[in-house]
């Protein structure tokens, strides 16, 4: 087995690894005091040795209400360096909105060289689905459009959505009031439901929706968002 690399030392107490295969055993011993956290393939592992052998369980989900000692505390966490204009996200929800249009659709915004466009790919649709092009390098936002149905990510939506961009549902498309839109950030098949105003800058004619599981300490309000955006610059 090997041990890539020791990422901290809490006192004698707890150690913590990073595994480099699938087997991180470790029968050195430890003194009989403190035990490792293992980040391994598998999640973490807490590992003890005595004189007499290695004992190795799981960190469960529920072991982490416990807060792991010596860490601080990372939150989700989303801010953009420069917002898309909200004008843009109307002219998408123009388009979204065409009554005329039975299928689902899709529009991206695209980010090059410090501007923002609304991109409409190449698309093939149907009541349920929409087929596009979405390996697209500079897309950072993309809104599809459910016909007939709730502002809700389905699983296809799920299967899909797997890549680095704030993903969003728009329905109520052709209904009496506001279209209905919910946004997500997508980090590689984690996500994070998002505010459009912490997304576009000046936010008209549409209803947001936000599932009830999210806290509110999830989201990431307009203004703290203006506050990141000056002071860490990046999008993250
Ligand atoms: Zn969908």
Redesign the pocket.
Known sequence: MTINDYVGFVGDQVRYRIAGDDEPVDDRWFGGRGYDLILSARGMMKQASTANGVFTARVTQESWNTPLPGLGVVRPFFAMHQPCPGRLLSEAVSFLCDPTVQE?RVVQFVYTEDVWSVHYPEQSASVGSVTFDATHPDVCIEI?K?PGTAAY??G??NEDELGLKVYG?LANVTEPGEPVLRLRVGVYGRWLYVRANSVFDGVSGITEVMPAIVRQKELVPGPLDVFLRRFLGSFR
């Open positions: 689902e599809h459910h990510f389905s296809a939506d549902v």
